[in-house]
């Protein structure tokens, strides 16, 4: 996969947005960039997908660069239940699997 | 979506001994994947689940240690086999309901709730 770059953790105050950064310079024209969540002793849960548009869907936002660089996402009004670890991946393309890295833990602060 | 169903939810296992893992999806999905997740660990991808061949295994595991079948579009099983403590983990299941166009991943993937083995 593209090689994907996250900061190990971030913490964000109940109500405010949580703002999520992952760099993937290496990613190449035709490959999408997925967000998922782990939320503590579940299975991932999908959160969003995008390739060149900003994306937006019940759950969060996506905005990626115009370079396709990095992207970043958004949880517009964090609440506790938003505590969890999230994933940045690129799927090679062709590759049709997931490869996590060790993400995100947000921890979301009364 | 797709819904998950993975059995046993949890197990503790003797050295030595094999256990299987069961996953049933509520609807014929494409592609079938499973991962394990060591304490405090991300996940790792053990190996894809093809329907009606051998499954693909990624690097550093072998089909020896981690047997895996795939009857039909609904199930797959993964065999833990002679189990020592290093192997206690999460495994999970996960699925990938359909295909975007020729080689692109653009839909979402679903994962069951994993199988948390202890091997004592």
């Known amino acids: 996969d593209a090689k994907t770059t996250q900061p190990p953790s971030m913490d964000c105050a109940e109500g405010r947005a949580a703002n999520l950064p992952c760099n993937h310079s290496?990613?190449?024209?035709?490959?999408?960039v997925y967000w998922y969540r782990q939320i503590h002793s579940q299975g991932p849960q999908y959160i969003i997908h995008g390739l060149k548009n900003n994306e937006t869907n019940e759950m969060a936002s996506l905005i990626i660069t115009e370079d396709r660089k990095s992207s970043t996402l958004i949880l517009p009004h964090a609440t506790l239940r938003d505590t969890a670890v999230y994933y940045c991946i690129v799927p090679i393309r062709g590759a049709q699997k997931l490869v996590f890295g060790q993400g995100t833990r947000l921890t979301i602060n009364p | 979506s797709a819904v998950i169903s993975q059995k046993p939810s949890r197990d503790i296992c003797q050295r030595g001994t094999s256990l299987t893992i069961q996953c049933q999806v509520d609807s014929q999905v494409t592609m079938m994947f499973w991962y394990r997740q060591q304490p405090g660990q991300s996940l790792t991808l053990i190996a894809t689940a093809n329907q009606g061949s051998e499954a693909t295994y990624e690097s550093g595991f072998v089909i020896d240690k981690f047997p895996i079948s795939r009857p039909n579009l609904t199930f797959s099983t993964l065999t833990v086999s002679n189990m020592s403590p290093e192997d206690s983990s999460i495994y999970l299941c996960s699925v990938d309901p359909g295909q975007g166009a020729p080689g692109i991943l653009n839909t979402e993937a679903f994962f069951g709730q994993g199988t948390r083995l202890t091997v004592v």
């Open positions: 290496t990613i190449s024209g035709n490959e999408y």
